[in-house]
């Protein structure tokens, strides 16, 4: 029954850390983009082969289109 309840466990947090991850690299800087009035796509892009946390400053320095 304990190794039952770890495996969910397990399960449960390997579910959470894929869910934070999406919205990391494409739900995030996809909103930003759309707020900022910019391509969406083209910033999920830059998130995904830089990193989320250069789309997210440069969204932030360039501000509004």
Request: charged letters at 10%; proline letters at 5%.
């Amino acid at each position: 029954m304990a190794e039952l309840l770890g495996g969910l466990v397990g399960v449960a947090v390997m579910i959470a850390v894929l869910y934070f991850c999406v919205w990391l690299f494409v739900f995030l800087p996809a909103d930003m983009a759309r707020a900022r009035r910019r391509d969406p796509v083209i910033w999920v892009l830059i998130s995904i082969v830089g990193s989320p946390l250069l789309a997210i400053l440069l969204l932030i320095a360039l501000g509004d289109a």
